[in-house]
């Protein structure tokens, strides 16, 4: 290898972050390598909207190679690492493997559905975690409520006209309150018989979004019930069939539809990697280095990150600390080369933002909490300035969205089968 290599494993917040700022930094003098299933990033806050119908799916995702001119963009999934000899081997999306060596290794993984042991929720349930959910879910919103419009009887009716959300964080709220706009507008053009569809929100918390301020929280809480979700705290599923779920209360709720949002865990390569892991995710330093590996980094969700702001924690899994590991991570690595200096990852919280859909969210920009229109505002500021590409055509689409409407179809592009809760993959060493 003439240049130095740096092969990144993965295009999500992070690793497209540290691709991104060592393109930048290395000026050409290093070769910049991301191994990546797909060839876009993927911007993941977006994909409710996706599943609701507002956004098209190909606004949300940001091609690589416009996107990170100087880094050579490989595809495929990574099936083992060779840590003493300095090598990832691949599979292609044609199945072929093909082993990439390394200079320095960034391990950016991200993460999958995480899973609970209820009996059924791995048959009968769906996650939220991609492109192709977000466009099984529209197709299966869609379908439930024509398909209701015909139902046989009145009990299949109601079952088809019933969503039930597990999980109160960021994707469960949004999904929820904006798929029961999304539910609203279908049954005007395609009438169901008598009331709306029903909407449940479950979590075990004591309230939505238990990891924000309590205003937010407060804030998205109402704007649920105003729309007529039933948000059910302190409340969990104790089996999902194909007719239902059984709540932890005892009720049983007919529903054709259970939307997973519990939250995430690492990618199981993580597990397989034969190095010490805290809740299943990479040990770092603060300057992200895996100890005793001075060549490898691990950031984003599959890195347990010290946080520095909370002695003894580390830092969430959340797009902001995503971004900001691979920019250090990126500055850390071209300091191991003599450029510049390396430095401890310290976070400064910026604040948060939730999208309710319609004219409503709840966000709290420098600890100011905002609801309503000037949290739209800022929402959608804020996700505009964040994507690394396509603002145009999601403003342009926000636009169009509210001057015509949303349009209500499936596409059939996906079928269930093809988007299973358990999306992680067994791995493990050769």
């Not at 999500?12 to 930048?24: D, I, M, P, Q, V």
């Not at 691949?90 to 082993?99: I, Q, V, W």
């Not at 309230?207 to 704007?223: K, N, Q, T, Y």
Request: glycine share 12%; net charge neutral; charged share 20%.
């Amino acid at each position: 290898m003439a240049r130095p290599r740096i092969v990144i494993v993965g295009a999500g917040f992070a690793g497209f972050a540290a691709a991104r700022k060592l393109a930048k930094l290395s000026h050409g003098s290093a070769d910049i390598v991301v191994i990546n299933p797909t060839d876009y990033f993927l911007y993941l806050p977006l994909l409710p909207e996706v599943a609701t119908g507002l956004l098209e799916p190909r606004r949300v995702t940001v091609p690589l190679a416009a996107a990170l001119p100087g880094v050579r963009v490989v595809l495929g999934s990574v099936e083992a690492f060779d840590l003493d000899g300095r090598t990832v081997t691949l599979r292609d999306p044609e199945g072929a493997h093909r082993t990439i060596g390394y200079h320095r290794l960034v391990i950016a993984v991200g993460s999958v559905n995480k899973l609970l042991p209820v009996p059924g929720v791995v048959e009968h349930a769906h996650g939220f975690r991609g492109i192709s959910e977000a466009l099984y879910l529209r197709d299966h919103l869609t379908r439930q409520i024509e398909m209701a419009g015909n139902a046989a009887d009145e009990p299949e009716r109601q079952a088809r006209c019933t969503f039930v959300v597990v999980g109160a964080g960021y994707t469960g709220t949004e999904v929820a309150a904006q798929g029961v706009l999304y539910t609203d507008d279908l049954v005007r053009a395609r009438p169901v018989g008598h009331g709306r569809p029903r909407w449940l929100l479950l979590d075990t918390a004591e309230r939505v979004l238990p990891s924000l301020d309590h205003r937010l929280a407060e804030a998205a809480d109402a704007v649920l019930r105003e729309r007529g979700v039933e948000v059910l705290l302190k409340t969990s599923v104790q089996e999902a069939t194909a007719d239902g779920v059984r709540l932890s209360g005892g009720e049983f709720v007919p529903t054709r539809s259970l939307i997973w949002c519990v939250g995430v865990r690492p990618d199981p390569v993580v597990e397989g990697l034969g190095l010490a892991t805290e809740h299943g995710r990479v040990v770092v330093d603060e300057f992200l280095n895996v100890p005793g590996r001075p060549e490898v980094y691990a950031i984003g969700d599959a890195a347990a990150v010290p946080d520095l702001t909370r002695p003894g924690e580390i830092t969430g899994m959340t797009a902001q600390h995503a971004v900001r590991h691979g920019a250090v991570a990126a500055g850390n690595i071209a300091a191991s080369y003599g450029y510049g200096r390396r430095r401890a990852y310290r976070h400064h919280d910026l604040g948060f933002v939730v999208d309710l859909g319609g004219l409503d969210s709840a966000a709290n920009p420098l600890r100011l909490p905002l609801r309503g229109l000037p949290a739209k505002v800022v929402a959608r500021g804020y996700h505009l300035l964040s994507m690394p590409g396509n603002r145009v055509r999601v403003a342009g689409d926000w636009l169009l969205d509210s001057l015509l409407g949303r349009q209500g179809v499936q596409l059939g592009l996906i079928r269930g089968d093809a988007v299973p809760l358990d999306s992680g993959k067994p791995f493990s060493q050769p």
